[in-house]
């Protein structure tokens, strides 16, 4: 499950084709909120679409490139908390479904751009964005990634720009 963000491929499109494999196999720029998911034939999908329904959309912004230890590199979210609470919300309703597997004892939201070596990213921060519904990724047959459904979020307008409201 991820949030789309299309107001970044053209910042970071040919940076991810050449160092995110994800990337190369059909996944677009994006903030995980939850991987690995329920197998495909396990979905869900009302339970899924009823968990986000409930969930408000927001407004956000990339504001910047950081570098996990592992040299991978991505654009930061902020605020990070509504992809944590997104996130929270699938764990709680999956537990057996961990994010990352469990492996992380604190899930930093983020957008790769690179998995190995860090690359140097240029796009005019803050670059503001939308999280109006959240995807469904399924891996087919032959690796590569395909949309299997978008789940609306809520329709509010909860903004997190400076000097914006919420509602």
């Known amino acids: 499950m991820i949030v789309e963000v299309p107001e970044a491929e053209e910042f970071v ?3 991810r084709f050449a160092h995110d494999p994800s990337a190369a196999l059909g996944a677009p720029a994006h903030i995980t909120i939850l991987f690995p998911f329920v197998p495909p034939e396990s979905v869900d999908e009302a339970a899924v679409a009823e968990l986000f329904g409930r969930q408000e959309a927001f407004d956000y912004e990339l504001t910047g490139v950081a570098t996990f230890a592992d040299g991978a590199t991505y654009l930061t979210p902020a605020p990070a908390e509504l992809f944590l609470a997104l996130i929270d919300a699938v764990a709680a309703r999956w537990p057996d479904h961990p994010p990352y597997e469990g492996v992380f004892e604190n899930v930093i939201p983020h957008l790769t751009v690179s998995t190995g070596a860090p690359v140097a990213v240029e796009a005019p921060f803050p670059l503001a964005a939308r999280a109006d519904h959240v995807a ?3 891996e087919r ?4 990634w395909r949309l299997r459904r978008r789940f609306a979020l809520a329709a509010g307008s909860r903004a997190s720009r400076p000097g914006s409201r919420s509602t």
């Open 136 to 138: 469904l990724l399924e």
């Open 141 to 144: 047959d032959d690796g590569r």
């Open 13 to 15: 499109a040919a940076l």
